[in-house]
């Protein structure tokens, strides 16, 4: 059994910073990309950043250039760091790792931009 833990989320003011921290615990034997998706209320879950179990990293065009996406292999875990915070990247945001050649979500970690 895997299990993905979530921290880090909060309220933050627009321009703020908040990081999200993501620990994969369990039966791992090998961990393949890890990532960070949301789910705004009324839409869809989008893709935010990917980090490849090499470091190869890609990003949403509507993320680039404000957060950055890392991972510490030796302990299985996946940060996301989020510099100049719009009111729109207001979500719930959900790690994801594939682990063992299925793929993992954690439970969601409320992200709040509002002043």
């Known amino acids: 059994q895997v299990q993905l833990v979530e921290s880090g989320g909060g309220l933050v003011q627009p321009g703020g910073s908040l990081r999200l921290s993501c620990a994969a615990s369990?039966?791992?034997?090998?961990?393949?990309?890890m990532g960070w998706f949301r789910q705004a209320p009324g839409k869809q879950r989008e893709f935010v950043a990917r980090?490849?179990?090499?470091?190869?990293?890609n990003y949403a065009d509507s993320v680039k250039d404000r957060f950055t996406i890392s991972r510490d292999n030796a302990k299985n875990t996946v940060n996301l760091q989020m510099n100049s915070l719009k009111p729109e990247d207001t979500a719930v945001y959900y790690c994801?790792?594939?682990?063992?050649?299925?793929?993992?979500w954690g439970q969601g970690t409320q992200v709040t931009v509002s002043s």
């Open positions: 980090v490849s179990s090499g470091g190869a990293t």
């Open positions: 369990g039966s791992i034997s090998n961990t393949y990309a």
């Open positions: 994801y790792a594939n682990i063992n050649f299925s793929n993992y």
